[in-house]
């Protein structure tokens, strides 16, 4: 059946199914989900340990180890990365690329299992491990309470209420907190009053937690009925506290309030602050619900907040940390323009070079796709966001090719006084298995981002299926809905046979004979400028992802491992007065001890470090940013040189850290240090870096004191008694826990301020003798002090330990960088059972190249398949596979000219251009073959089948080249754009001069001879 003729004899069954596109196509768009930026899954869960008291490394060979042995018997693994702390474990598993979204839960649950298998071998004292497999979800509204004459209380007892009232708000999944800080009921007792009612630590322990603790008290028959005995006497407040009774010599009960300070306070030091525009805050991070809408639920949180705005308390506020909702709707808002723009011009040239209706005719038909296309995007719940709607800027020119070679076909036969029923019919039957055949090609040309695993592939997912729908919906509306139209509205015209006599025609038909008469030459020059173009190739940077647009930048503020919190707060607070004082700077977010919430994908939050801080500065426009920063580093130099101060913009994509990086493995950390400071400072001697760091950080001092166990023995004393009575001197110690409603409060027994903090303090406090009943001074079962640095934490990657050294541009892209440091470091003569690894933007481009290129052998061999099958022979096909390389000429013109680099997305540029070449390649020697068909020499046939398509290819370059010019301006478009108009541009060159150029020479063709 010939759905032309089919669909000029069934308008009705068409205009009913125009209609319900166009209709479904609006509604559809109102309906479908945004996103900013598309998602990818964090196939990583967190399992932390804690191990109180131990160094970093009796974390990492006591615990670390077991757990990572454990993780690694996964065969879903990728690989298994930690950092041991003192007291603390933190281990990440990283799952492999092939495991989707839908097989994690099984995977989490095995890991719970490993992870379980490995407590029985794990010391005593241990808490943990705990498994958290919410690593990577993303808290797409974030908060800041602050209150003006508020404490931290209030703001905590209020943070509550609206928790509760925001967790009904449609969409929302969970609701984060973080900056509460953590409040201790302090007992502080001096040693000297101790010593005076000959009162041990023990006893005021032992005491407080007979008092406080929770004990079973059992059950008692009451007739036919068991009942629960609960008695009362837990503490109610800290006067109850302050009134308990000690029992002192001779048995004389003492008040613990005459020994003790007994009050409430915030724990000292804090574990992290966080403030907002320097008022102190509390954080909520708020997640979508799994298929829920980040734009649904953001209004709702806004419309909720302004609904409670009568019940907060004045001077309170709740301010925007980021709102994904708003920059969602920018986003989308601003790619919606451009691509209204890219549409207005598509049509713009359609009018211009294919008349008045024609034109309309095909824009007609392009909206139409385009509202098909959002249909089934609803149907297949594909998100609008920054990849999708990009996908469609992108296919504009393609989408207009099918309808462009059928109505020009028809225009033709039409011009030359045809029937138009008769030629509707002719050319759809010519040319629907042709165009099927290049839309499926060019379809394929994606199919490898389609098909990679990786992040980088879930990220770029969307535009093959974008491309896939609308291109495929092209297809199906040129042969039914184009016929009609062109059947409807194309008027018919006087029999002529002088379509093609005009200039142009004349001026191109005698160059493409001259060219065909030279055709080595022509191929000549061909190759010359290829390889000048691979030559030049070399001037152009790399790149993996641009940077965001996003109108916020970070400031990491490192300092030396072991510096106190309150001196990193007072550095980060400094920056905070002199950023909030420039022009343009909107809020600053400050967080101390730790990153924060994972408020957007690409955000990797940093894991819990008292020496680290980072501000989030917000800013009135993204022009602002470059600015900024530049002010910001001069600024920095006048600050303390032994921080380091580190401003990132936001990434595009996935990847993280330093963007050039470079791991060191081995066993030994001393080797580890010696060779790290060498990389370290050939960075620094490269003028164009910042940031310049290594991931365990510097080595922190540690205090030793020498245990005389000889002497300990004799006075009853152990290392555990030694260790307790240190602590309780500088931190105090927890004895039991206050309950107050759901809270628990640490009660904690420390000396007063004037007998804690300090070396000189801990050397002087006494410590209780089980032999002499009394206490005695620390020295006489300590040796010496010793004060000596020491690895502040240890990195760990598939359980090899791993220092990561890495930096960032100052200003350009970071391959030019990495190129100069590569050689240099790789010269580094190292000893046995020491590695290096690039990782790094380095790492992660090539992961994503080398996991497309998988892919892309199947791609090109489907291609290749197609084509054969399309033609029916192998001479077609390698006409066209030998125009391929021919593109690279434009391409490398275009990112020279304008020195953009050739990041990710302009190979994928590259990938879909050789689809359009390979499509517009089809149209011309389909049109020879029919040409043959008709009797026509193969000389003539070539001739008259170049000219005759000159303007569906140019129109279908023109549409592509100028629907482009929209994303000139996004920075994450901007190498895909550029790379598809170079190459379009001349690639048009190749399918007109060199198709006919290598048919001729394939088939031998002389004029006016028959193909041979």
């Known amino acids: 059946m010939n759905l032309a003729k089919y669909s000029i004899n069934n308008r009705v069954v068409i205009w009913m199914f125009v209609f319900i596109l166009a209709i479904g196509g609006m509604n559809s768009y109102n309906n479908l989900s945004r996103l900013e930026d598309p998602e990818f899954t964090i196939k990583e869960a967190v399992i932390v340990t804690y191990y109180k008291g131990a160094t970093p490394k009796q974390v990492e060979l006591e615990v670390t180890d077991k757990i990572e042995e454990s993780v690694q018997q996964m065969r879903q693994l990728e690989e298994v990365r930690s950092i041991s702390k003192a007291g603390m474990s933190i281990v990440y598993a990283k799952m492999k690329d092939q495991y989707g979204k839908k097989d994690l839960p099984l995977i989490w649950n095995e890991l719970r299992n490993k992870v379980g298998d490995s407590k029985s071998s794990l010391p005593s004292g241990v808490q943990g491990p705990f498994v958290n497999d919410d690593y990577g979800d993303v808290y797409g509204v974030f908060y800041a309470l602050t209150g003006d004459g508020y404490s931290m209380k209030e703001l905590e007892g209020f943070s509550t209420f609206l928790k509760r009232e925001l967790l009904l708000v449609k969409d929302v999944a969970s609701i984060d907190i973080m900056g509460v800080q953590q409040e201790a009921i302090y007992v502080e007792l001096s040693s000297n009053k101790l010593s005076l009612f000959s009162l041990t630590q023990n006893q005021i322990f032992s005491t407080l937690q007979n008092y406080g603790s929770i004990s079973d008290a059992g059950e008692a028959k009451l007739g036919s009925e068991y009942i629960k005995i609960f008695p009362t006497g837990n503490f109610n407040s800290v006067e109850e506290i302050k009134a308990i009774k000690i029992r002192g010599v001779g048995g004389v009960l003492i008040n613990l309030s005459d020994i003790a300070n007994v009050y409430r306070s915030y724990a000292d030091p804090s574990e992290s602050y966080l403030r907002f525009n320097k008022k102190d805050a509390i954080g909520f991070g708020i997640s979508t619900m799994r298929g829920g809408n980040v734009v649904t639920m953001g209004d709702g949180l806004s419309q909720r907040l302004q609904e409670l705005q009568s019940v907060i308390p004045a001077g309170m506020e709740v301010n925007v940390i980021s709102h994904q909702a708003e920059s969602v709707k920018k986003s989308v808002s601003g790619f919606i323009d451009n691509l209204s723009e890219a549409v207005l011009i598509v049509i713009g040239v359609l009018l211009i070079f294919m008349g008045l209706r024609s034109g309309l005719l095909i824009g007609s038909i392009l909206l139409l796709t385009i509202a098909s296309t959002f249909v089934f995007m609803n149907m297949f719940s594909i998100t609008l966001e920054r990849i999708s709607l990009g996908a469609l800027i992108i296919a504009l020119g393609m989408l207009v090719d099918n309808a462009i070679v059928v109505t020009e076909g028809i225009l033709i036969q039409v011009q030359q006084g045809k029937d138009r029923f008769e030629s509707c019919i002719k050319i759809v039957k010519e040319t629907i298995l042709p165009l099927l055949g290049a839309t499926i090609i060019a379809v394929l040309a994606f199919s490898g981002i389609g098909l990679s695993p990786d992040s980088t592939g879930e990220y770029c997912r969307s535009l093959f299926y974008v491309i896939l729908i609308s291109l495929m919906m092209s297809w199906v509306l040129a042969i039914t809905v184009t016929p009609m139209f062109c059947y409807l509205f194309l008027k018919e015209g006087s029999e002529t046979n002088e379509t093609y006599n005009g200039l142009f025609f004349v001026f191109f038909t005698a160059f493409l004979k001259k060219t065909i008469r030279f055709r080595y030459v022509t191929m000549g020059v061909m190759t010359v400028l290829l390889f000048s173009a691979l030559y030049a190739f070399r001037y152009v940077p790399e790149s993996f992802f641009p940077s965001s647009t996003r109108a916020q930048f970070m400031i990491n503020v490192w300092q030396p491992q072991g510096r106190h919190i309150d001196e990193v707060n007072a550095s980060v607070s400094k920056v905070e007065d002199w950023i909030l004082k420039q022009d343009g700077v909107k809020s600053v977010a400050s967080f101390v001890g730790s990153g924060g919430l994972r408020f957007m994908l690409t955000y990797a939050p940093q894991s819990p470090n008292r020496s680290y801080g980072q501000l989030l500065v917000s800013v009135d426009d993204y022009s602002d940013v470059a600015r900024l920063i530049s002010e910001f580093s001069s600024y920095s130099t006048s600050l303390s040189p032994d921080i380091l101060f580190d401003t990132k913009t936001f990434a595009l994509g996935p990847g993280s850290g330093g963007k050039i990086a470079v791991r060191l493995s081995g066993d030994d950390e001393n080797l580890l240090r010696e060779y790290s400071q060498k990389i370290l400072t050939i960075m620094r001697q490269e003028e164009n870096t910042k940031g310049v760091r290594v991931d365990w950080g510097e080595q922190a001092k540690i205090l030793q004191p020498h245990f005389n166990t000889i002497q300990g023995r004799k006075l009853g004393i152990t290392r555990k008694n030694l260790s307790a009575t240190i602590k309780w001197a500088m931190n105090g110690q927890a004895a039991v826990m206050y309950r107050e409603r759901n809270k628990l409060i640490p009660i904690i027994s420390r000396p007063p301020k004037e007998e804690r903090g300090t070396i000189e303090h801990v050397k002087q406090t006494k410590i209780w003798s089980q032999t002499t009943n009394s206490y005695v001074p620390l020295d006489q079962v300590v040796d010496f002090w010793e004060l000596k640095p020491a690895d502040a934490m240890i990195r760990r990657l598939n359980q090899k330990r791993t220092m990561k050294i890495q930096c960032d541009p100052i200003t350009g892209v970071a391959s030019k960088v990495f ?148 994303l000139l301006t996004d920075g994450f478009f901007r190498g895909m754009a550029i790379t598809i108009m170079g190459g379009l541009s001349f690639a048009t060159v190749l399918t007109l001069i060199v198709i006919p150029c290598l048919y001729c020479i394939f088939y031998n063709v002389k004029e006016d001879s028959d193909v041979c």
Do not use: H
């Open 819 to 966: 190129y100069r440091l590569k050689p240099k470091i790789e010269a580094i003569d190292l000893p046995e059972g020491l590695k290096i690894e690039w990782a790094g933007e380095y790492e992660d481009a090539a992961k994503a190249q080398g996991n497309l290129a998988i892919n892309l052998p199947l791609s090109f061999l489907a291609m290749i398949v197609a084509l054969v099958v399309l033609f029916g022979n192998i001479r077609f096909p390698l006409i066209i596979l030998c125009t391929l390389p021919l593109s690279i000429i434009g391409v490398s013109l275009g990112l020279v000219a304008l020195q953009q680099p050739f990041d990710f997305m302009s190979l994928l540029g590259f990938l879909s251009l050789s689809g359009m070449v390979i499509k517009n390649s089809i149209v011309l020697l389909e049109q020879i073959q029919l040409d043959l068909a008709e009797g026509k020499t193969a000389y003539n046939a070539t001739i008259e089948a170049t000219v005759s398509r000159i303007r569906p290819v140019a129109m279908a370059a023109i549409t592509t080249v100028l629907g482009m010019i929209p």
